[in-house]
């Protein structure tokens, strides 16, 4: 394996994330408390977890876990499930287990770094799909058929996408999977962000109920609004691969917290009630930016998501970096450019855009910083 470039995004986060005073760029959902997340449940769920033993867990998973994991999916059963260590583990493993040397994967670009950089670093020769922001950063199916090689073996997507926020209508996602399945090719597919579009009819099905071998990827921590748990999971009907990734876990994580994975499914079980919360902050955010950007419409293209927490406007002021490094530097306002999404295969990802994260209670402080900032600005250049 080669090694593997700095992970931008994260050193950027790792930078700021924790000073900053306004954090407008989340990409998880509003978190709650561990009395919250109980309060959802019955007086046995609270009883068990005062009740659960500290002990190792199985690697797979707890039991109750994965089968709240199954409960997600229509075709899908415990024994399909592969408990992990947030979605990165998933990332990094699968990745590795899919491609080496030889082989050929098409991986959409801008992603989040992993699912591009771990690719890359197998060896394997990696072609970038690039969604174009005149499109509304629409998947086009063409462009992907243009890219599948002989040699292809993985196509890897995000849906709802990060960081763009944009989804793709159902029949166009059935084709992707379709298209996968006819070239012999494997679709991974991350679906961290499913469940809290603003129109439910939006959300997806999920690639692993759609096709024998699709890996759907997804994690407590987004729509869920739980990254403190550090719970992820794979779904996917093909036994052989799941078995030798479980084989993999035992180099790094060899089994997840029993604590975390007792709350994961306890959220699980109340999946609809936590993502009716998420989806009604998402909602009451949106007119706040929709303000804002109306009224900085000669400095921003806008587009709210489709689907998910954050989204990928545009700044046509001049240096989105320079502008982010000042928001945060002046007024406390964290948002993240457009260049830590650089991509190692491609040149093709616009530079001149910033995500924002629409999934967090008491933005109104931080968009007036923002705006703040702005007029300083202009009043300064006049």
């Known amino acids: 394996m080669k090694p593997l470039r700095t992970f931008r995004l994260e050193e950027y986060m790792g930078e700021w994330e924790f000073k900053a005073r306004h954090h407008l760029t989340a990409s998880d959902a509003q978190s709650m408390t561990v009395e919250e997340l109980l309060a959802l449940g019955t007086d046995a769920d609270r009883e068990g977890l005062l009740k659960l033993p500290l002990s190792y867990i199985e690697t797979w998973g707890s039991p109750e876990l994965r089968e709240a994991v199954a409960g997600t999916y229509e075709r899908v059963d415990a024994d399909h499930v592969l408990a992990l260590a947030g979605a990165e583990e998933g990332l990094f493993w699968a990745m590795q287990e899919l491609v080496g040397p030889g082989d050929h994967a098409v991986v959409t670009v801008p992603c989040y770094q992993a699912m591009e950089t771990v690719t890359v670093a197998t060896g394997a020769d990696v072609s970038a799909l690039v969604p174009r922001r005149e ?197 406390g306002v964290l948002v993240l450019p457009a260049s830590v999404y650089e991509s190692e295969i491609t040149d093709a990802v616009p530079d001149d855009h910033f995500r924002v994260g629409l999934g967090r209670l008491g933005l109104e402080e931080g968009m007036e910083a923002f705006d703040r900032f702005l007029r300083r600005r202009m009043r300064d250049r006049s």
Not at 247 to 273: D, Q
């Open 135 to 331: 499109d509304g950063w629409a998947l086009d199916l063409d462009e992907l058929r243009r890219l599948l090689r002989p040699t292809t073996r993985l196509v890897a997507v995000n849906y709802p996408h990060n960081p763009t926020g944009y989804v793709p209508d159902e029949a166009t996602f059935r084709e992707l999977v379709a298209l996968c399945d006819e070239r012999g090719v494997r679709l991974f597919c991350d679906e961290v962000y499913r469940g809290i579009e603003l129109d439910p009819a939006r959300t997806l099905p999920q690639a692993a109920d759609l096709s024998e071998t699709a890996v759907s990827l997804n994690v407590a921590s987004k729509s869920y609004g739980l990254p403190g748990l550090r719970v992820g999971w794979i779904a996917c009907r093909d036994r052989v691969l799941l078995e030798r990734l479980e084989k993999r876990k035992h180099y790094t994580t060899i089994c997840n917290a029993g604590p975390a994975e007792y709350l994961a499914a306890v959220a699980l079980r109340h999946r609809e009630a936590i993502w009716e919360r998420n989806r009604g902050i998402v909602a009451a955010n949106r007119p706040v930016f929709d303000d804002f950007f109306a009224r900085w419409a000669d400095l921003f293209d806008w587009r709210p998501p489709d689907g998910g927490c954050v989204c990928f406007p545009r700044y046509k002021g001049g240096d989105v970096e320079e502008l982010c490094r000042r928001l945060v530097l002046e007024e």
